[in-house]
C-alpha cells in the first residue's frame, strides 16, 4: 500500500499487487527527480510512487510510506472511486464492492494540433497528437480519417524525437507515448477523426454510448475535430 498526504488533508491510499512492484519488467520507480532536476510539488516532492502502463491514480505522489500489506488497499480512491460498472448501474443501485479498481488503461489517441474551432483555408492541413496504451501494451497504428469514418490512412509514427511530429524511427519502448502525424488535403468541412491500435489488436471505440459507464472514466472512443472551410 502506498500512503501520501492530499493537498486538502489526506489521507490518499492505493495499492498494487506486490508482484508487480517487485518484477523489474514492470519498471516501478520510486522517483525524487525528473530530467535531472528534483520533483518539483505539482509532479510530487519529494518522493512519487511512478507505474507505468496504469492509470495515473496509482502513481501516488508526495509519498509518505509504504506498507505491505495482505490485501487490497481499502482507501477511498481504491474502493470507491475509480471503477468500471456498466450503463444498468446508477447511483441508487451501485455496489462499489462488485467491481475491481482499474488499473491498466484502454488504448488511446488524441489530435493535438487541431482544434473544434479552426477555420481553415482548403489546402494541406497537418493531423497530429499522441498514442499510448496501458499494460506495457505498444501502438501498432493510429489511422486517420477526413470524411467521419468513410476511409482511412495510416499516419506516420515516432516514438523518440526531441520535436514531436518530425518523422523518426518507431522504437520498442513500451510505455511511452507515440507521436503520430499525417498531412491531409482538405477540401470542404470536415470531420477529422483519429483512432488508435495496439500491439493486442485493440481498437478504440467508435463511439462514447457503447462504453459508458456511471463515473464516466476512460472514455476513449474516436477523437473527433470539425473543420470549417473559410469562405
Same mark, same amino acid.
Given at each position: 500500500?502506498?500512503?501520501?498526504?492530499?493537498?486538502?488533508?489526506?489521507?490518499?491510499?492505493?495499492?498494487?499487487?506486490?508482484?508487480?512492484?517487485?518484477?523489474?519488467?514492470? +519498471?516501478?520507480?520510486?522517483?525524487?527527480?525528473?530530467?535531472?532536476?528534483?520533483?518539483?510539488? +505539482?509532479?510530487?516532492?519529494?518522493?512519487?510512487?511512478?507505474?507505468?502502463?496504469?492509470?495515473?491514480?496509482?502513481?501516488?505522489?508526495?509519498? +509518505?510510506?509504504?506498507?505491505?500489506?495482505?490485501?487490497?488497499?481499502?482507501?477511498?480512491?481504491?474502493?470507491?472511486?475509480?471503477?468500471?460498472?456498466?450503463?444498468?448501474?446508477?447511483?441508487?443501485?451501485?455496489?462499489?464492492?462488485?467491481?475491481?479498481?482499474?488499473?491498466?488503461?484502454?488504448?488511446?489517441?488524441?489530435?493535438?494540433?487541431?482544434?473544434?474551432?479552426?477555420?481553415?483555408?482548403?489546402?494541406?492541413?497537418?493531423?497530429?497528437?499522441?498514442?499510448?496504451?496501458?499494460?506495457?501494451?505498444?501502438?501498432?497504428?493510429?489511422?486517420?480519417?477526413? +470524411?467521419?469514418?468513410?476511409?482511412?490512412?495510416?499516419?506516420?509514427?515516432?516514438?523518440?524525437?526531441?520535436?514531436?511530429?518530425?518523422?523518426?524511427?518507431?522504437?520498442?519502448?513500451?510505455?511511452?507515448?507515440?507521436?503520430?502525424?499525417?498531412?491531409?488535403?482538405?477540401?470542404?468541412?470536415?470531420?477529422?477523426?483519429?483512432?488508435?491500435?495496439?500491439?493486442?489488436?485493440?481498437?478504440?471505440?467508435?463511439?462514447?454510448?457503447?462504453?459508458?459507464?456511471?463515473?464516466?472514466?476512460?472514455?476513449?472512443?474516436?477523437?473527433?475535430?470539425?473543420?470549417?472551410?473559410?469562405?
Amino acid at each position: 500500500m502506498l500512503n501520501s498526504q492530499e493537498e486538502n488533508g489526506g489521507p490518499y491510499k492505493a495499492s498494487i499487487p506486490l508482484d508487480q512492484a517487485t518484477n523489474p519488467a514492470a +519498471d516501478v520507480l520510486l522517483a525524487y527527480e525528473m530530467n535531472g532536476e528534483v520533483l518539483n510539488r +505539482d509532479h510530487g516532492y519529494p518522493l512519487r510512487v511512478i507505474v507505468p502502463g496504469v492509470i495515473g491514480a496509482r502513481s501516488v505522489k508526495w509519498l +509518505d510510506r509504504i506498507d505491505i500489506i495482505e490485501e487490497e488497499s481499502q482507501g477511498f480512491f481504491m474502493q470507491k472511486d475509480y471503477k468500471m460498472f456498466p450503463p444498468s448501474v446508477d447511483w441508487d443501485n451501485i455496489d462499489w464492492s462488485t467491481r475491481k479498481p482499474q488499473m491498466d488503461f484502454p488504448v488511446q489517441c488524441a489530435i493535438c494540433s487541431l482544434e473544434d474551432t479552426n477555420v481553415l483555408k482548403k489546402g494541406e492541413v497537418i493531423v497530429a497528437g499522441y498514442a499510448v496504451s496501458g499494460g506495457g501494451r505498444g501502438i501498432e497504428r493510429v489511422d486517420i480519417s477526413v +470524411d467521419g469514418g468513410k476511409t482511412w490512412l495510416e499516419a506516420s509514427r515516432c516514438q523518440k524525437s526531441d520535436v514531436p511530429y518530425v518523422s523518426c524511427d518507431v522504437t520498442s519502448d513500451k510505455w511511452a507515448w507515440v507521436f503520430f502525424k499525417a498531412v491531409v488535403d482538405i477540401t470542404e468541412d470536415s470531420t477529422i477523426i483519429a483512432k488508435a491500435v495496439d500491439s493486442s489488436a485493440n481498437v478504440q471505440p467508435e463511439r462514447v454510448e457503447t462504453i459508458w459507464n456511471l463515473r464516466g472514466i476512460l472514455n476513449t472512443s474516436w477523437h473527433r475535430i470539425r473543420l470549417q472551410i473559410a469562405p
